[in-house]
């Protein structure tokens, strides 16, 4: 498992989170970039 996570192929498309651009330049100006 940590193999797959340190070489990026998990999670892959199918198994990550995804928001909106706009909740996530909503966060990035709470917490920063």
């Known amino acids: 498992f940590a193999?797959?996570?340190r070489?990026?192929?998990f999670p892959?498309?199918?198994?990550s989170y995804?928001?909106?651009t706009s909740?996530?330049?909503e966060?990035?100006?709470l917490y920063g970039s």
């Open 27 to 29: 966060l990035a100006g």
């Open 3 to 5: 193999d797959d996570v």
């Open 12 to 15: 892959n498309h199918e198994e």
């Open 7 to 9: 070489s990026g192929s």
């Open 18 to 20: 995804h928001m909106a």
């Open 23 to 25: 909740e996530a330049e």
